[in-house]
């Protein structure tokens, strides 16, 4: 177990400093990559000293910065000769904030959640492919239930600032790249399945926010938040999910798929109307995921958004 190595991004809070406890206590090699350094080293500190594994390693990385994507991967391949497991755990929800981008010019949720764990991932690729069973895995929300409206598209026309839109909303655009964040686990798992490399998605559908987390969100909202929180489960129990699907046997050969809270496999819903009563009953369930998710042609599109983007604004020129 000492040679079995996990990146977890967004490993300081959440769902992630979960599951970065629970990996060490099952005895891997832990790698915390996270934006800020100084508030995360405490937590190094806490998951060292409570699990006993000295094997917990924090990395700066800010998912966002392509730059800081390739200095990560530098510092990690320097140090390490293989990766088995790959979370893309980190995401940018600041709800109510305004229009925002990235160093490199793109959207700043876009930016964290879509092209950052693209590149992020092939960056690390060969790294990989050194593993006997390399897993990635995508944390992905149940707000993508919004797309189960036939009207809900992926909007592509303003992901670098070309234009100034006052009805943007990050709720929106978190929906929309989450979206994408699924059509990336489609379309990574059959890129990538000739090197045994499988990719898996799980749609969270919440989990406990701290108070530091509350006080990111508008006031107004951050009371309907702490009323969700009410019901919402521990970070633990998702953390157990990541870890599951992540070194299970019997996901070891499942790839490209979305596994709901239980780790059951979901299927995309049908494109033709069945009524109120089945739209009722897709929007609550736990079965299905919107069709769209399997637009070959909006799968196509982010992609080689993602593709050009990570040309276009980085050093390091990926295929």
């Known amino acids: 177990m000492q040679e ?6 967004g490993a300081n809070s959440g769902i ?7 990996f060490a206590e099952e005895g891997y ?4 990559a996270c934006r800020n350094v100084k508030v995360s080293r405490p937590v190094q500190q806490e998951i060292v000293e409570s699990t006993n594994n000295a094997r917990v390693e ?25 990766l088995d497991i790959l979370i893309h755990n980190a995401a940018y929800f600041n709800h109510g904030a305004s229009y925002q981008v990235s160093v490199d010019g793109v959207e700043l949720t876009f930016a964290t959640n879509v092209v950052g764990p ?33 009207k809900k598209s992926i909007d592509f026309s303003n992901l670098q600032g070309e234009n100034n839109d006052p009805k943007f909303s990050v709720y929106k655009m978190y929906c929309q790249s989450k979206m994408a964040l699924m059509m990336l686990t489609f379309k990574q798992a059959e890129e990538f399945k000739n090197a045994g490399i499988k990719v898996n998605a799980l749609q969270i559908n ?7 987390t509350l006080m990111k969100v508008t006031p107004g909202y951050r009371v309907v938040a702490r009323l969700q929180n009410l019901f919402f489960r521990p970070t633990t129990y998702m953390a157990d999910k990541y870890y599951e699907i992540c070194t299970s ?8 798929k979305l596994f709901n ?59």
């Open 261 to 319: 809270d239980e780790l059951e496999l979901m299927e995309p819903a049908s494109e033709t109307p069945k009524g109120i009563l089945q739209d009722v009953k897709q929007l609550v369930g736990k079965s299905l995921y919107p069709a769209y998710a399997k637009n070959d042609t909006v799968i196509n599109q982010v992609y080689e958004l993602c593709r050009e983007l990570t040309v276009m604004k980085g050093d390091v020129r990926i295929g």
């Open 29 to 32: 090699t832990v790698i915390m």
């Open 16 to 22: 992630g400093k979960a599951s970065a406890f629970r």
């Open 4 to 9: 079995r190595v996990v990146i977890i991004t």
């Open 206 to 212: 919440g989990a406990k926010m701290s108070k530091e």
């Open 58 to 82: 924090l990395l700066e990385l800010d998912v966002s910065c392509l730059s800081s994507i390739q200095s990560f991967c530098e510092e990690f391949q320097s140090r390490f000769e293989k």
């Open 249 to 256: 046997e019997r996901f070891r050969d499942v790839t490209g």
């Open 118 to 150: 693209y590149y992020l991932t092939h960056l690390l690729l060969d790294h990989l492919k050194k593993s006997d069973d390399p897993r990635i895995l995508h944390a992905g929300s149940n707000i993508i239930k919004h797309f189960f409206d036939p």
